[in-house]
Nanobody, 119 residues
Framework: QVQLVESGGGLVQPGGSLRLSCAAS????????MGWYRQAPGKQRELVAG???????NYADSAAERFTISRDNAKNTVSLQMNNLKPEDTAVYFC?????????????WGRGTQVTVSS
């Protein structure tokens, strides 16, 4: 089992920045990838950015060049630095962790943190 706690959401003006953090605890030795997803009202949850154990990252087209995902293995955290935020970035942001033990893969989700971009 892995427990996730997100922090860092809030209200920001267009063009502003926010940094989201997700702290993982529990069976963290089995984590293979960590990522951030978001879900806007009336829309499906979508990938924003992901990072695997080796450090490789991937981003949604909407996030590339504005967002940066990073992982601190010593602190078991994953962060998302979001710059030049736009109103369309408004959503609930969720941390997701994938674990693998033997042949079993499990996904864990945080409860989400609200990001609102508005003037």
């Amino acid at each position: 089992q892995v427990q996730l706690v997100e922090s860092g959401g809030g209200l920001v003006q267009p063009g502003g920045s926010l940094r989201l953090s997700c702290a993982a605890s529990g069976s963290i030795f089995s984590v293979t990838s960590m990522g951030w997803y978001r879900q806007a009202p009336g829309k499906q949850r979508e990938l924003v950015a992901g990072i695997i154990t080796g450090g490789s990252t991937n981003y949604a087209d909407s996030a590339a060049e504005r967002f940066t995902i990073s992982r601190d293995n010593a602190k078991n955290t994953v962060s998302l630095q979001m710059n030049n935020l736009k109103p369309e970035d408004t959503a609930v942001y969720f941390c997701r962790v994938q674990t693998k033990v033997g042949g079993r893969i499990d996904l864990y989700w945080g409860r989400g943190t609200q990001v609102t971009v508005s003037s």
